[in-house]
């Protein structure tokens, strides 16, 4: 069974570099971890979020890897997922019954654990990756103070939500809840998936509108994972920090009409490759966190 999702995987050029840019823009602490000969990622630095997970920073340059290829294919940005679970024998034998091939038609066993990848091919754009660990995962020693309280959701851009919806339930054993028709001027499906994170969900979106970011991504890129969502306990404050750090924020303001919260959006030519939303969610929006602390 799926625990919680415990890395989201931003291929990058130079990790050093973004990580240098991340701590300006958001205050964020982190710290390197070993090589994963296994994925071909050679440098990567991990950056944890208060609800047990962490934007992992990798950089590769070895030909067969999937980040270099991904890099090679669509520059910079989020090339997967990782998912911790409790019984990667039966993950596996889910996913090989549902015909999802899994790469090299095994699991593989290293110094991280026992793990198994769907390649992006079978993902919507995106790897997959399920683990199952036996040390311990550091979160507790790493906080960020600057008014960050977790990763809120993962926006993936898709043209069949429906489809998504099917895959995603067979490979995480989780449903798509809340399926919406109603956003974006009537012009976008969305849902999520929870992902055993506190306050944490994937976010699955088909979006037609002509103006539309979702619409945009796809038609550059393909389908795949699009956006990370920051929630912070002020919104007018990180603006200022990312701001005041030289980023603009889309369109120069916060939106404050939407329906899950306070939103403000940083493009990817400010983060190396990524779109960030910020958002404050409000009292009555579906993820506000009761406790703001």
């Known amino acids: 069974m799926i625990i919680r999702l415990q890395k989201i995987g931003f291929a990058v050029n130079n990790v050093t570099e973004t990580w240098n840019l991340f701590r300006t823009l958001f205050g964020f602490e982190g710290y390197q971890e070993p090589p994963d ?144 028709s109603d956003q974006h001027e009537g012009e976008q499906y969305d849902g999520w998936i929870e992902t055993g994170n506190d306050h944490l969900i994937l976010h699955p979106t088909q979006s037609w509108g002509e103006n539309a970011r979702v619409k945009h991504f796809i038609e550059a890129k393909g389908e795949g994972l699009e956006h990370i969502s920051i929630e912070v306990a002020d919104i007018r404050a990180a603006v200022r920090r990312v701001t005041s750090s030289g980023a603009a924020i889309h369109d120069h303001k916060i939106y404050t009409n939407r329906e899950d919260g306070f939103e403000a959006f940083i493009f990817p030519e400010y983060t190396t490759g990524m779109t960030v939303e910020l958002i404050e969610p409000h009292p009555d929006s579906r993820y506000y966190r009761h406790f703001r602390g």
Not at 91 to 115: H, L, W
Not at 136 to 160: S, W
């Open 37 to 180: 000969e296994t994925a071909g990622i050679e440098r990567a630095v991990s950056l944890p979020f208060q609800n047990d997970c962490e934007l992992y920073l990798m950089e590769s340059r070895q030909t067969a890897s999937p980040v270099a290829g991904f890099l090679a294919e669509k520059g910079p940005g989020l090339e997967r997922l990782t998912f911790l679970t409790d019984d990667i024998h039966q993950d596996y034998e889910r996913i090989c019954q549902a015909g999802i091939p899994v790469v090299g038609d095994k699991i593989v066993t290293d110094n991280f654990g026992k793990r198994l990848f769907i390649g992006r091919e079978q993902a919507f754009g995106m790897t997959i990756e399920l683990t199952q660990t036996n040390y311990p995962v550091r979160f507790g020693t790493y906080r960020n103070p600057n008014g960050i309280l977790g990763v809120q959701h993962i926006g993936t851009a898709c043209l069949d939500i429906q489809a998504v919806s099917k895959k995603f339930e067979t490979i995480l054993g989780k449903p798509m809840l809340g399926i919406r």
